[in-house]
């Protein structure tokens, strides 16, 4: 379900994805920049989201509660940038080293219950670390719901209509079986997860829910929130501590084409000069510049979960 041109000696694949035409440039040889150093943990002082400052700095919604599962507290967006934009604190701790299954199924479970019953079509997302974009250290997620889907999810959703409507099956089903035959299958736990061929950013996994709308994602939460643990303890594993992750969901009226899928892209660590591996091609022209193959990540996950260290 993609084409790969060779550029030179072989050297960068260009890589295009059939069902939507997003194209990925892969540069293996960029990878000996070295330009991710440690990662160096960022204190807690004057942090809005640590408790006793939650508690008074942040919104409450229209009924004056926040909604709290297990450690997680999720509240409405102070600077909102869609029709509805509410935020998930994951943990009472400010850093943590290593995040629970509970943790993050809780804060799902409450970010995913703060845009059910929405109009239109909703994302739950995730800026770990400054470097990814996240402007408060504090672990959180961030919900959002518009009567229109944004500019990728949009062109999934149009292009798995067509898909449906030309080949008579669904693009998720035969996507699944592809890459599970594949050198980039990862595992398999209620949902499947695989390195994405044609990747929008460094060591990308994408899993597939087997639901289409927000409000369906119920059944999912835990085995979401272990398969996005086992794929950043992977990144940890490679050295890499920052990430983004977006989950997007459909209407209810999609689900004969559509499935919701999640996207996670590592990123470089956090450092002095505030360098992000995301330039002009990146942001301007929407081919992103990755360094690693996506059958390299495949194998090396795999490795891993063999010796239990992933």
């Not at 004056?64 to 009472?92: D, M, Q, W």
């Not at 995913?112 to 109009?119: D, E, F, I, N, W």
């Not at 990430?243 to 892209?265: H, P």
């Not at 002095?272 to 002009?280: G, I, K, R, Y």
Request: glycine share 6%; proline share 6%.
């Amino acid at each position: 379900m993609f084409s790969v041109d060779h550029y030179a000696d072989s050297r960068i694949e260009v890589r295009r994805e059939t069902l939507t035409g997003i194209k990925s440039r892969i540069s293996p040889e960029r990878i000996k920049r070295g330009i991710s150093p440690s990662y160096v943990a960022a204190p807690g002082e004057s942090c809005p989201f640590c408790p006793g400052r939650l508690e008074v700095e942040t919104p409450v919604f229209a009924d004056g509660k926040r909604i709290c599962r297990g450690e997680s507290v999720t509240f409405p967006n102070l600077y909102p940038f869609a029709a509805r934009h509410t935020v998930t604190v994951i943990t009472r701790a400010h850093t943590v080293e290593h995040f629970t299954v509970d943790q993050l199924a809780d804060a799902l479970a409450g970010i995913s219950s703060s845009l059910q019953g929405q109009a239109g079509y909703a994302s739950i997302n995730w800026n770990y670390l400054p470097s990814a974009g996240a402007s408060i250290a504090h672990p959180h997620l961030q919900g959002i719901a518009d009567p229109a889907p944004t500019t990728l999810q949009g062109r999934y959703i149009r292009a798995s209509a067509a898909y449906r409507l030309e080949r008579g099956r669904r693009y998720w089903d035969d996507y699944v079986d592809l890459e599970s035959a594949s050198d980039r299958f990862l595992f398999t736990d209620v949902i499947s997860w695989f390195a994405n061929p044609v990747p929008v950013g460094e060591r990308e996994v994408r899993g597939v829910l087997p639901v289409t709308a927000v409000d369906e994602v119920g059944t999912c939460t835990r085995p979401l929130a272990r398969g996005i643990l086992r794929v950043i303890e992977c990144y940890r594993a490679l050295g890499t501590r920052a990430f983004n992750m977006a989950v997007y969901f459909g209407k209810k009226s999609d689900e004969e084409y559509f499935s919701a899928f999640c996207s996670i892209i590592a990123r470089i660590n956090p450092n002095p000069t505030s360098m992000t591996d995301s330039a002009f091609m990146e942001r301007l022209h929407c081919e992103p510049v990755v360094m690693t193959l996506p059958e390299e990540f495949g194998r090396f996950f795999r490795e891993r979960v063999a010796s239990d260290r992933c």
